[in-house]
């Protein structure tokens, strides 16, 4: 993949009134490519490909709660009990659809054929989020779990 200019990440954390340290620009880059969430271990994985290398894995839990706790990242729990990241602005992206969720192997597909409807919400009320998510087991999986 190619890489992204630091830059915006670095911006984003300023406006988070985070500071600006080159593994919280790294993990912030990878996670605005991914198309999916990713898990600790995938995140590892991608760091160690990348020219700078392997990131600590203490400095990444760190860094991962950091952008966590500032909003620019969000943790969801798998069917797995597996915690998977994804950058903030690539969940609003995935919002306005709906996710496929293989129990098999925990990897998540978009269906953005799905749309996920307008919640009609009582006056005072305010959503904050809504998932639609379908589990099954992917086409990869299925030939594993004698599903068709």
Known sequence: MPEISPDPFAAQL?????KVTR???RVL???SRATAALTHSELEEQLAD???GILDRVTLYRVLDSLVECGLAQRT?????VYRFLSSSVQARHAA???FHCQRCGGITCL???EVPVADLPAGYSARQVD???RGVCAACAPLSGAA
């Not at 300023?14 to 985070?18: E, S």
């Not at 729990?77 to 009990?81: E, I």
Request: aromatic fraction near 0%; charged fraction near 20%.
């Open 77 to 81: 729990l798998d069917a797995r009990g």
């Open 14 to 18: 300023r406006a988070a009134a985070v």
């Open 112 to 114: 953005e054929q799905m």
């Open 23 to 25: 593994p919280r620009l």
């Open 132 to 134: 639609i998510e379908v």
């Open 29 to 31: 880059a990878v996670l």
């Open 50 to 52: 990348s020219p700078q």
């Open 97 to 99: 659809h709906a996710h």
